[in-house]
């Protein structure tokens, strides 16, 4: 299984290639993920891990195009991004995109904001999660259940009384096998 690791900085995905703008990172090659095409041919991944880079670039639709590009038919996108409550988001400077629930519908066929069509790449959206502290005891991990079962509620109406640092996505790469 191929996986590529977007901005993998100093953890990357054991087995993975990592890829990144910064060279004390942990990356296989070094890039400025702004800069698309990225140096790989499509189709040629299973995996790719975005944990923390995706709020960082100036153009996320096309991103998500290039990773449907290199993304096999299937291939899981897993994206790991702070949630629009999250201070930690307003307080690094370089940050452009804060992310909720419904951030990834424009590429999720059926959303109602699919067809503005703001791209032809499609997804299939698998989860999206609020993942929990590791160091979350019992009533925590209650509390992220309840956040998650029901996280359209929570981003409505308790997001900023009960800030979340992460919202965690995974997507499916979908490809029409007649185009590609």
Avoid: W
Wanted: proline content about 8%; some cysteine; overall charge negative.
């Amino acid at each position: 299984m191929r996986i590529l690791h977007l901005g993998c900085g100093q953890a990357k995905f054991p087995g993975a290639i990592g890829i990144d703008v910064n060279p004390r990172s942990q990356a296989d090659v070094l890039y400025n993920l702004d800069q698309c095409p990225y140096p790989f041919i499509a189709n040629s991944f299973d995996q790719i891990l975005c944990e923390h880079v995706l709020e960082h670039l100036e153009d996320v639709i096309k991103v998500m195009d290039e990773l449907h590009r290199l993304g096999r038919p299937g291939a899981k996108v897993v994206v790991r991004v702070p949630h629009f409550s999250s201070v930690y988001y307003y307080s690094d400077p370089t940050h452009k995109h804060p992310f909720g629930r419904h951030s990834f519908d424009y590429f999720i066929s059926g959303t109602p904001v699919h067809q503005f069509h703001y791209s032809d790449s499609e997804y299939r959206l698998a989860r999206v999660a609020f993942p929990p502290p590791d160091d979350a005891g019992p009533l925590k991990r209650a509390v992220f259940k309840l956040i998650n079962r029901y996280g359209d509620f929570y981003e409505r109406r308790l997001a900023f009384i009960l800030p979340r640092h992460l919202i965690e996505y995974e997507l499916e790469v979908v490809k029409d096998a007649d185009r590609y």
